[in-house]
């Protein structure tokens, strides 16, 4: 399995950002899917997470009505779309996918992209 996350950059406090996750080497039916981030110093913190099949969705508190997580089944891609982006956002954001489990803990994941740096200045 692999997955490959891509879209950060540096951008302003109050513009969108959209990562994607493009998944191979398995079919993902059943599978979540979660975007997790880590800011430097602190500890991995779960942002988002969607079931690829029902496309049933999960969100942190801090970035509930800002960020919307989707998949595009066709092309095995899940994406992050980021509104309204604050500074306290910047972050190495990575995907990561785990069998049916609906956590926000980044120890129930088992595979794990590599990451991307979302950085948003004041």
């Known amino acids: 399995v692999q997955l490959q996350a891509s879209g950060g950059g540096l951008v302003q406090a109050g513009d969108s950002l959209r990562l994607s996750c493009a998944a191979s080497?398995?079919?993902?039916?059943?599978?979540?899917m979660g975007w997790f981030r880590q800011a430097p110093g602190k500890e991995r913190e779960f942002v988002a997470a969607?079931?690829?099949?029902?496309?049933?969705?999960s969100y942190a508190n801090s970035v509930k009505g800002r960020f919307i997580i989707s998949r595009d089944n066709a092309k095995n891609t899940v994406y992050l779309q980021m509104n309204s982006l604050k500074p306290e956002d910047t972050s190495v954001y990575y995907c990561?996918?785990?069998?049916?489990?609906?956590?926000?803990?980044?120890?129930?994941?088992?595979?794990w992209g590599q990451g991307t740096q979302v950085t948003v200045s004041s």
């Open positions: 080497g398995r079919t993902f039916a059943g599978y979540v």
């Open positions: 990561a996918s785990n069998w049916g489990i609906y956590s926000s803990d980044y120890r129930s994941y088992t595979y």
């Open positions: 969607i079931h690829w099949s029902a496309g049933t969705t």
